[in-house]
């Protein structure tokens, strides 16, 4: 099975500190995805990566960035954290676009809290 | 842009009844949808595609371009079916993909 592995079940931040929420999976996929799950507002896109330093914006990417130097890892990052990012952060992996049909694979989770 | 709606956002029936989670999408072209389903404490994971035509768990789901709707049906209702429920879209050659709101479906035993 394929696994993607986020650092982190559960962080807690300050108002203004940078934080890094880190996801690596183990199947050599391509295409690298980091979502922000709500409650009533589903899961939404932040960035997204099919290659090696290759990123592009989500719909939210405001606030955040991130950084793939490796195939198999793809970070997400909080320039200064605010409370409106106190969320749940989803990673995602899929092979390649051909492959949709197997799904995306999800990580468990991290669930941030901004105080 | 690629627009999911799931018009509601908690959903309670009773086990043996049939059960209707509804997803409406926007998109002029020929989209793919999906459903995905997250157990409490679960990962969010692929319960089914519409390019398959299959019945996972005893749930359906057709695709209809007229109403522009990917409703999940189930005729019998089992408590193992409560979950959060996400319909899904993507286009073909793209990545990404553009999820519901979301429906929380509680069967009441």
């Known amino acids: 099975d394929v696994k993607v592995t986020q650092s982190s079940r559960y962080l807690v931040k300050r108002t203004g500190e940078k934080v890094f929420l880190e996801c690596v999976q183990d199947m050599d996929h391509e295409n690298m995805f980091w979502y922000r799950q709500d409650p009533g507002l589903g899961l939404r896109l932040i960035y997204f990566?099919?290659?090696?330093?290759?990123?592009e914006k989500g719909d939210i990417p405001e606030g955040y960035s991130v950084s793939r130097e490796k195939k198999e890892r793809f970070s997400l990052i909080l320039e200064s954290a605010s409370t409106n990012q106190t969320s749940m952060y989803l990673c995602a992996s899929i092979l390649d676009p051909g492959h949709k049909e197997y799904g995306y694979t999800f990580g468990s989770g991290t669930r941030l809290t901004v105080v | 842009a690629q627009r999911v709606t799931q018009p509601e956002k908690l959903l309670s029936v009773f086990k043996g009844a049939p059960v209707e989670l509804k997803c409406n999408y926007s998109y002029s072209g020929s989209p793919e949808l999906f459903w995905y389903v997250q157990y409490s404490r679960q990962r969010l994971q692929l319960l089914l595609r519409?390019?398959s035509r299959e019945s996972i768990k005893g749930f359906t789901a057709d695709l209809n371009k007229g109403e522009t709707s990917f409703h999940l049906k189930k005729p019998f209702a089992q408590e193992e079916d409560s979950a959060m429920y996400y319909c899904a879209l993507t286009i073909q050659g793209a990545q990404k993909l553009v999820f519901g709101q979301g429906t929380r479906l509680t069967i009441n035993p």
């Open positions: 519409h390019i």
């Open positions: 990566s099919y290659d090696v330093k290759m990123k």
